[in-house]
């Protein structure tokens, strides 16, 4: 049987889409992943070795920087 040259052509250009959807995916997974660990790194318990609460009291100081937690409370790092 003697193979068109339509035939390959067609067969390589689906094979490269195939491939051009597998790295879109890939790069969608990627981007996601490190976004959310952007977000754990930002979280009051990691990057500060805090606890969310309204008032620090005892605890020690609250910081200044932007974390996790919500609307009226404070990352209130332990100290001691």
Same mark, same amino acid.
């Not at 067969?11 to 094979?15: D, G, P, R, S």
């Not at 990627?30 to 490190?34: L, M």
């Given at each position: 049987m003697k193979k068109k040259g339509v035939e390959l052509s067609m067969?390589?250009?689906?094979?490269a889409a195939? !491939?051009?959807l597998i790295l879109l995916i890939l790069a969608f997974l990627?981007?996601?992943?490190?976004g959310k660990t952007n977000e754990g790194l930002k979280s009051c318990s990691v990057?500060?070795?805090g606890i969310c609460k309204e008032?620090? !009291?005892q605890l020690g100081y609250a910081t200044q920087e932007q974390t996790d937690c919500k609307q009226g409370t404070y990352c209130c790092k332990v100290v001691g």
């Open positions: 067969n390589v250009i689906i094979i195939i !491939g051009l990627v981007v996601n992943y490190v990057a500060y070795g008032d620090c !009291g």
